[in-house]
Every structure is written in C-alpha cells, then in structure tokens.
C-alpha cells in the first residue's frame, strides 16, 4: 500500500528547532517529487518545499533560509529541517508526493496523489 | 508571483444541487491546475490534474474545466459526503506552486 506516515512534530519555543519525518512506504521517495505543505490553524494550504528526484531543492519565501529538506534514501524517508522557528510557522505540516512522469527531456506533472496524515507543530512561549 | 483567486470563499447548497466553483490566476497558466478537496481533520486529496483529468478513483459527478486564467470546477449532484472545502492549485510557474484560498462546502 502506499503511504506517508509523518512524525516530529511537537511544541516548540519561538527560535527553537524542530525536524519532522516523513516515511514512505509502496514508493521510492528518491524517484519522486516530495512536497511539504502546511495549514495554519482555520487557514488555507500553504507550500512549503519541494525535492526533486534529482535532488534540486525549493523553498516558499516564508520559509528561505530556516528550512531545509532533505531525504534519506535507505530509509525511505523525507525531512524537513525548521530552524529559527516563529509563531507564524504554527501549522499542520503534510508531506505530498508530487506525481510526475518523465518522458526524454520532459517532465509532466500531475498533481500531489499521496498525502500523509498531518503532524502539528506550534511554535509558543 | 502568480496568485489564485477562488470564489465563492464559501457555499451552501442542497442535496442534488449542481455546485460550481471557479478560481482565476493572475496570468495564464495553460491548463496548469489542480483540484483538491479536504474533509475536516484530513489530508487534501486530488480530485482533478491538468484542469479536467479526473483522478482515478473519484466519482464522476466531479468535474473541472477551464484554462489560461480561468478555471471552474463542477459537482454535478452534491451528495452529502462532499462537505468539505476545495481548493485550486497551480503548477505553471515550477517549482513554486500556488493554492487557491479555499471554497469551504456547506449543505443547505
């Protein structure tokens, strides 16, 4: 079956640091797309960051330069490394597999098909 | 930045209405659109990609359209395990993707 379990979400003081995970299983994280995507509380989806399978990584301007995605290719597993941590980074983290298919040069996109559950992070003194 | 602009930001309709949201982007993006829908405490999950392709799986009274900057999403029928709030994505301007603000789903 294919699935994404994240974890490591928790409560954090402002400037503290958090890392969540995200374990796949039935898929190659390594061979995908991988998103993260946050909801802060009664608000909309928000993208966060992207890894691609060749791993180039992006950010959201909110989040440039204190977080960092990474996976662990063994593990089968996805990251996301928050830093510098403000109240503003309260949310609901999900991580998303953004189903692509390659072609040659080509890349075609089809939208984030799996979804983990969600974990929380709330950022509080 | 491209930005999404959804409406209505929210809705109520009855049992068997015919529901349309619609979501514009602030340039052109082909038919570089996404819909999703998300139930209360849940995930997001993908409903339409590339505007109108139905995800596999998803019932068919679901439906979408549209492209260059405007875009509109159908249920046919609402049934009541539809509640929910939907969203519009687009993915024209990779690898930063944009979401619509929402369209939260009431039954009348």
Sequence with gaps: EVQL??????LVQPGGSL??????????VSSNYMSWVRQAPGKGLEWVS???????????????????ISRHNSKNT???QMNSLRAEDTAVYYCAR?????????TYYYGMDVWGQGTTVTVSS | DIQMTQSPSSLSASVGDRVTITCQ????ISNYL????????KA?????????????????????????????????SLQPEDIATYYCQQYDNLPLYTFGQGTKLEIK
Aim: aromatic letters at 14%.
């Design chain 1, 50 to 68: 992207v890894i691609y399978s060749g791993g180039s990584t992006y950010y959201a301007d909110s989040v440039k330069g204190r977080f960092t």
């Design chain 2, 44 to 76: 997001p999950k993908l409903l339409i990609y590339d505007a109108s392709n139905l995800e596999t799986g998803v019932p068919s009274r679901f439906s979408g359209s549209g492209s260059g900057t405007d875009f509109t999403f159908t249920i046919s």
């Design chain 1, 19 to 28: 890392r969540l995970s995200c374990a796949a299983s039935g898929f190659t």
């Design chain 1, 78 to 80: 996805l990251y996301l």
């Design chain 2, 34 to 41: 996404n819909w999703y829908q998300q139930k209360p405490g």
């Design chain 1, 5 to 10: 379990v994240e974890s490591g979400g928790g």
């Design chain 2, 25 to 28: 982007a602030s340039q052109d």
């Design chain 1, 98 to 106: 953004d189903n692509i298919a390659v072609a040659g040069r080509e």
